[in-house]
T-cell receptor, first 114, second 115 residues
C-alpha cells in the first residue's frame, strides 16, 4: 500500500534556488495538503486543495506556490528558497465526508536551505 | 482561531507504568479530534478520531477520551515500542459554511518508555 508518496526525501538548496516537491496519493482522495514541521512549532498548514484544479492558502503560505493539475498529485514549489524555509515538509490527503475526515500523511521531505 | 495545547511536552515512563497525555482545545465548532503517533524521521500515523464529548476509542494499550474542552490519551502498561511523539489535532466546521477539512495541531508530547 503506497498511500501518500513524497519526492525527494532529502534536498539541500542554496539561497535563491528554486525547487518543487512532488506528492502523489493512490487513495483517490479529493483533498490534499502541504504542512511544514519545525521544532517547537508543530505542524503548520502551508496550502491545501479541495479538488483537481483548485488550491487555497493555509496558515503559512508566503514563499510557496502549489498546483493540483491531476487529482492524485499535489506539487509544492519554492521559487526563491530562503534559509527560513529549512524544514520538514509533509504532504497529506483525505477524502470528503460530513463527519470528521481522517488525514493521511506521507513520510516527509527534509529540505535544507544554505 | 482554533488552538490546541498538549501537555506535558515530554513524559518519561518505566515499562508498565500507566499514564495519560492531555490535549486541551479551543475551536468554534468541533468536527473531529484526532490523535496521531509520530516516530523519528517518519510522518504522523493516524491513531483515533473522536467526534463528540463522551466518546472513547481503544487500540491495544491506548485509549482516547473526549470532553467538550479536552481529550486524554491513556496509556496502559506501556512498552518501549510505545515511545514516540503523540500529536493531537482538531478539525473545525468552517464558519463560512464551506468545506474545510484542515487540521490544527498541538506541538506534541514526546513519550519515552524505558525498559
Amino acid at each position: 500500500n503506497a498511500g501518500v508518496t513524497q519526492t525527494p526525501k532529502f534536498r539541500v538548496l542554496k539561497t535563491g534556488q528554486s525547487m518543487t516537491l512532488l506528492c502523489a496519493q493512490d487513495m483517490n482522495h479529493e483533498y490534499m495538503y502541504w504542512y511544514r514541521q519545525d521544532p517547537g512549532m508543530g505542524l503548520r498548514l502551508i496550502h491545501y486543495s479541495v479538488g483537481e484544479g483548485t488550491t487555497a492558502k493555509g496558515e503559512v503560505p508566503d514563499g510557496y506556490n502549489v498546483s493540483r493539475l491531476k487529482k492524485q498529485n499535489f506539487l509544492l514549489g519554492l521559487e526563491s528558497a530562503a534559509p527560513s524555509q529549512t524544514s520538514v515538509y509533509f504532504c497529506a490527503s483525505s477524502r470528503t465526508g460530513r463527519s470528521g475526515n481522517t488525514i493521511y500523511f506521507g513520510e516527509g521531505s527534509w529540505l535544507t536551505v544554505v | 482561531e482554533d488552538q490546541v495545547t498538549q501537555s506535558p511536552e515530554a513524559l518519561r515512563l518505566q515499562e508498565g507504568e500507566s499514564s495519560s497525555l492531555n490535549c486541551s482545545y479551543t475551536v468554534s465548532g468541533l468536527r473531529g479530534l484526532f490523535w496521531y503517533r509520530q516516530d523519528p524521521g517518519k510522518g504522523p500515523e493516524f491513531l483515533f478520531t473522536l467526534y463528540s464529548a463522551g466518546e472513547e476509542k481503544e487500540k491495544e494499550r491506548l485509549k482516547a477520551t473526549l470532553t467538550k474542552k479536552e481529550s486524554f490519551l491513556h496509556i496502559t502498561a506501556p512498552k518501549p515500542e510505545d515511545s514516540a511523539t503523540y500529536l493531537c489535532a482538531v478539525q473545525a466546521f468552517s464558519i463560512s459554511g464551506g468545506s474545510n477539512y484542515k487540521l490544527t495541531f498541538g506541538k506534541g508530547t514526546l513519550l519515552t518508555v524505558n525498559p
